[in-house]
Each structure stands twice: as structure tokens, then as C-alpha cells.
């Protein structure tokens, strides 16, 4: 992790993973470790416009979402899918105001399900300002922080 | 005394986690409401007794603040008490939330961080003795 924004990212993401799913983050990365499975992601407009992507490989989706639920057993497919728009939401919704500041307003569009995202999305003219892997032991978290503007312009509440 | 709850959130996984939480909070519910957004939340309102809403912020169709002053500008239902739960940190927009005369729970949460707002808004702590489906202080049971 290079930048504050990536800092701040890994830190709420952990965080959220830990009290919504009960899912402690490993301090190695995986590298047999699936990824890529599924993905959700999240526009944002405000000062500016961007999109959090949130991908998750192995089997964390299935213990996340059972997690969520409270269920021992497997969830549905459907349920699967809403917890991992959710957890993106949840992500998105914590970071940006830490990253750039409470102060900013920023709107987040409808959580967006994609099974394989990198193919949908066109971030063509959006920069990768914060790019992270949280592994667990069921899988890998990745989280790309897509914007327009550049990362060292807008950072301000990390001090 | 038993409750009447709406649950307004469009994620049915986050309504799930909340009506799991109310559940094992100890406190007695008779009927739990399900919205998908705040037209469908005033729907619920208008047709049935609710004696506390959780409402979440972003939604489609019609956004949590919009319901919440659609509830305060109608005055049969003006003093529902209503917890937001939401990811919303903006100050300002937290501070105009809160203004609305609700209380705020921040996402993520902790189970007994929502049951806490709960009982301070109800007033009522009723918590059932013990056993696998009760809240306690030392943390989540789920």
C-alpha cells in the first residue's frame, strides 16, 4: 500500500468485512487464492465522479453473505448478490468521506452486480487512485477507488 | 409491551441483518413491516399501526429523508419514533438528519449497538434471561 487513500481504504474495508461478516482479515496475501469471482460497484458523483469496485474470490461471498444473515446453511444465489452490493455500498459510503474530507457531499448510485465487472465497466477516463487486497482465509478481497480527479488534490480529512 | 417495527431498506440482506438483530434484542415485536423504499414504507404506514421505524437513507423512488418528512409533515404519524440507518458520514447531511427529531446508527453496526439506540428510543428493555437468542453486552451472537 503506497498511498493514504490506499491506507484509509484497507482500514474501512477491514473494519466492515470484520462487523458485517465476521470475517478477520490474514496478514499474508494468497496467491493460490481464487479472485475475481463476482463483483459489485458503485458510482459516485459529488466534487467529482467515480466508482468503488469490490470483487471477492474463494469462497467469501458465501461465508459473508451467510455471515450477514446469521445462517449456518447456504443463502440463495439472490442473496449472495445483495450482500455483496451491500458490502460494496457499505465500503463506498465510509471511505470517501475519509479520504476527502466529510465535509464533501457525494452521492452513491444503486449498487451494481456484475460477474465479471472489468468487462462492463468503462473507466477509460477515470484513474485508479487506490487499488487493494485484503486476504482472508476463505479467499481475496480486491478494491479498486475509481475518480476522475486526482488522489493528492482531494486528500484531506487523513492528515 | 410489544412493538410494531417497518423495516425500510432496499437491500433485503441488510433488512434481514436488522430484523435478525430486533429479533435477538430482547425487546417483544408483534408485526415486522418490509420496505423496499420510502413510497413503499409511507404504503406500510398508511395502512397499518407502526410504533417505531428504521429507516435507511439511500433508497430508490423516494429516499429515506424524503419519507422521514413525508412522516413528520403528517400528523397522525408526525411522533413515529425512527432510527436511520445509514452509511451517510457528510456533517452536514448527518446534522440535517438528525434535526428530523430521529436517531442515527451509523453502517456497519454492531448488533448491540443497534439494540442500545433501540431501548434509548423505546424506552423499553425487556430482555429475555439468557439462552442462545438473547443480545448480551459482550457482543454479537451471530
Known amino acids: 500500500m503506497n498511498s493514504q487513500a490506499e491506507k484509509i481504504l484497507y482500514r474501512k474495508a477491514a473494519l466492515i468485512f470484520e462487523e458485517m461478516g465476521f470475517l478477520m482479515p490474514q496478514s499474508d496475501i494468497c496467491d493460490d487464492c481464487q479472485t475475481d469471482d463476482s463483483g459489485a460497484s458503485v458510482s459516485f458523483t459529488g466534487p467529482f465522479k467515480g466508482c468503488l469496485l469490490l470483487s471477492l474470490g474463494g469462497e467469501i461471498l458465501s461465508i459473508l453473505s451467510s455471515n450477514m444473515l446469521g445462517q449456518e446453511e447456504p443463502v440463495s444465489k439472490q442473496m449472495e448478490e445483495d450482500a455483496l452490493r451491500e458490502a460494496a455500498n457499505v465500503i463506498c459510503g465510509n471511505a470517501l468521506p475519509e479520504i476527502y474530507g466529510a465535509k464533501e457531499v457525494f452521492h452513491l448510485d444503486t449498487p451494481v452486480f456484475y460477474n465479471n465487472m472489468h468487462s462492463v465497466l468503462d473507466l477509460s477516463e477515470q484513474s485508479c487512485i487506490a487499488k487493494i487486497a485484503i486476504p482472508f482465509e476463505c479467499g481475496q478481497a480486491n478494491i479498486f477507488l475509481y475518480a476522475e480527479s486526482k488522489e493528492a488534490d482531494y486528500v484531506s480529512a487523513a492528515g | ?142
Open chain 2, 1 to 142: 409491551m410489544s412493538f410494531n417495527v417497518l423495516v425500510a431498506d432496499d437491500s433485503a440482506v441488510m433488512r434481514s441483518m436488522i430484523i435478525r438483530i430486533l429479533r435477538l434484542s430482547g425487546l417483544s415485536f408483534s408485526e415486522i413491516y418490509e420496505a423496499t423504499n420510502g413510497r413503499d414504507g409511507l404504503d406500510i404506514l398508511d395502512q397499518k399501526w407502526v410504533d417505531l421505524a428504521l429507516v435507511d437513507i439511500n433508497m430508490p423512488i423516494m429516499n429515506g429523508e424524503e419519507m422521514i418528512d413525508h412522516i413528520r409533515n403528517c400528523k397522525e404519524i408526525a411522533d413515529l419514533p425512527i432510527i436511520v440507518v445509514s452509511t451517510e458520514s457528510n456533517v452536514d447531511r448527518v446534522e440535517n438528519i438528525r434535526r428530523k427529531n430521529v436517531k442515527f446508527v451509523h453502517k456497519p453496526f454492531t448488533p448491540e449497538a443497534l439494540r442500545k439506540v433501540i431501548v434509548q428510543l423505546t424506552g423499553v428493555s425487556n430482555e429475555q434471561p439468557g439462552g442462545e437468542n438473547s443480545l448480551s453486552e459482550g457482543g454479537p451472537d451471530f
